[in-house]
C-alpha cells in the first residue's frame, strides 16, 4: 500500500483537471456511496434477517468504507488517451473525498449513530 500511495503520489503531477472531470467527480462521489450502501446491505442480508439494529451497522459499515487504491491503480495502468485522462482525476477525486471527508467524520457518524457505547468527556 505505501508503494502504491506513493506512486500515486507522484502520478497527480499529471492530472490536469478541467471542468468536465470536475463535474464528473461530483456525481461519481454520492454514486459510489450509494453503490457501496448495496453492497453492504446485499452482503450482510443474512445478518439483517436476524437481527436488524435499525441499519446502524449499514451506516458505519458504508461510511467507513475507505476505497480507491485499487481504482486509482487500475486508471494508473491504462494507455495514455482520453479515457486515462477522464478517468484518472475522478478516481483522484474520490479518493481524496472518502480520504478526508469519510475519514475525518467517521467519529462523529459513529457517535451519531451508537450514542449510548461512546464514552463521554469526564
Known sequence: NVLLFMLIGFEILEVTPHLFTVLATLAVIPLSVAVRVLSVLFSTLPVHFRQWERGRVL???????????????????????????????????????????????MERVARRLYPSSTPGPQ
Not at 495502468?77 to 482520453?82: A, D, F, S, T, V
Open 59 to 105: 451506516g458505519i459499515l458504508t461510511w467507513g468504507g475507505l476505497r480507491g487504491g485499487i481504482s486509482v491503480s487500475l486508471a494508473l495502468g491504462l494507455p495514455p488517451g482520453n479515457l486515462r485522462d477522464l478517468l484518472l482525476p475522478v478516481c483522484y477525486g474520490v479518493v481524496v473525498f472518502t480520504i478526508i471527508v469519510q475519514g475525518l467524520t
